[in-house]
């Protein structure tokens, strides 16, 4: 949906950019990925703003509409369970890649564009997993305030490198069908979040969840249509 949420939605989403600037984790793993990242723990401190639309009640029951079943919050301990992804420099990416959930049940992916001033696209592919239906690709720009939603587990995707000068910020949301994990799966989901994301501080430092935002029944919830 290339124009999902209201303009003044948008805008504070850009606010929380610059809020949250110096919290960015510089990450490069050699073949796969390189950019900054910015987990919930910061984000509740810098932009709690964040955390109130990751909760709405009218945001979720939308998404439930699409995906057919009903989806949870990820658990308070999970730093990507709402997360701001920044290209700042040239070259910046992620390879091809599934959002792999270690969670008992399925883990949806939603992604928003915030800032896009460059050329990176998503490139995605259907039905790498179904066997005999045809593999069908595809690639999107997505505007600020845009919205993509998809399964983590079923959609191969990248994100095609930064150019000269440009620059890019999305805001991605989890959401989980069961919030239940092993414990042995935590360790190893926190691991590859504090190498490949987040950094061992935000990770792994002791924090305080924040406590859910009330939602009164079917209102819009913050900045949606």
């Known amino acids: 949906m290339p124009q999902f949420l209201a303009p003044e939605a948008t805008a504070r989403l850009t606010s929380a950019v ?5 919290s960015v984790n510089r990450n490069y793993l050699p073949g796969h990925k390189q950019g900054g990242s910015v ?18 009640r009218a945001l979720i029951e ?12 990820s658990p308070p301990d999970d730093p990507h369970a709402y997360a701001l992804y920044f290209y700042t420099r040239p070259g910046d990416h992620i390879g091809w890649h599934y959002d792999t959930s270690y969670y008992a049940g399925r883990r949806y992916t939603v992604l ?23 593999v069908v690709p595809g690639s999107i720009q997505i505007p600020p305030g845009g ?10 995707h990248r994100i ?13 949301f989890e959401y989980v069908t069961d919030p239940r994990i092993r414990r042995g799966w ?5 691991l590859k979040d504090a190498l490949g994301y987040f950094g061992f ?3 792994f430092a002791r924090r305080r969840p924040v406590e859910p935002v009330p939602q009164p029944g079917r209102d819009s919830g913050p900045g949606l249509p």
């Open 18 to 22: 610059a809020a949250v600037e110096s």
């Open 39 to 56: 987990g919930r723990h910061a984000l509740d401190e810098h932009a709690p703003f964040i955390a109130e639309l990751y909760r709405s």
């Open 62 to 73: 939308m998404l439930e509409g699409v995906a057919g079943e009903r989806l949870q919050l």
């Open 112 to 134: 928003f564009g915030v800032i896009d001033r460059s050329s990176c696209r998503l490139d995605y592919e259907l039905h790498t997993r179904e066997k005999g239906v045809a």
């Open 147 to 156: 919205l993509v939603f998809f399964d983590g587990d079923a959609l191969r």
């Open 160 to 172: 095609t490198p930064l150019g000269e000068g440009e620059m890019r910020v999305s805001l991605t």
């Open 186 to 190: 935590r360790l190893i989901s926190n």
């Open 201 to 203: 501080r935000q990770v």
